[in-house]
């Protein structure tokens, strides 16, 4: 059974940055996965993904301050968060960009606040 691990989250202060990592412990070559996250109270969003041919879509409240990339042969997902706003605080997974019953990870959390 695949199984995710993220890292890279904390505290930081509103135009700060972070890098998260989610380490995969099967293939990612070729596989559409995502970055998601879920805020207390809220479902859980998805916020930038990668088709199977490389492609990379964002939603439009990170748009231009995300960037999401992966490395193959690391096995490993990265979202590079840039220009941080409080209101990106949340809990943040990876996992497959059509998941089903594929089990979550821990997630890493992300604080914004002064």
């Known amino acids: 059974q695949v199984q995710f691990v993220e890292s890279g989250g904390g505290s930081v202060q509103p135009g700060g940055s972070l890098k998260l990592s989610c380490a995969v412990s099967?293939?990612?070559?070729?596989?559409?996965m995502g970055w998601y996250r879920q805020s207390p109270g809220k479902q859980r969003e998805l916020v930038a993904s990668i088709t199977s041919g490389g492609s990379i879509n964002y939603a439009d409240a990170v748009k231009g301050r995300f960037i999401m990339f992966r490395a193959n042969a690391l096995k490993t997902l990265f979202l590079e968060m840039n220009n941080l706003k409080p209101e990106d605080t949340a809990v943040y997974y990876c996992?497959?960009?059509?998941?089903?019953?594929?089990?979550w990870g821990q997630g890493t959390e992300v604080t914004v606040s002064r």
């Open positions: 099967g293939s990612i070559s070729f596989t559409a």
């Open positions: 996992n497959f960009l059509d998941p089903g019953t594929v089990a």
